[in-house]
């Protein structure tokens, strides 16, 4: 059973959550927001054998926080 990160779309609230099946809805603590974003957590990225090269978000262009969660808004 992993623990998954997400980011909340309307709140812009980040959590974890433990995920028992991939049919499982996942909510927003705070707000109940069903439109949520699993993120890509730091613990997969250095677990994984990723490649050196690994560009990800860069933290810039506003939104979800400045777009560093990778939400695309």
């Given at each position: ?8 779309m309307e709140?812009?609230t980040h ?59």
């Amino acid at each position: 059973m992993p623990i998954y990160e997400y980011a909340c779309m309307e709140c812009e609230t980040h959590f974890d959550e433990l995920v028992r099946s991939p049919e499982q809805a996942v909510t927003c603590p705070e707000c109940g927001a069903a439109k949520v974003l699993k993120q890509l957590s730091t613990f997969a990225v250095h677990g994984a054998q990723a490649k050196p090269s690994f560009s990800g978000p860069t933290g810039a262009g506003g939104g979800c926080c400045g777009g560093a969660c990778g939400c695309g808004h």
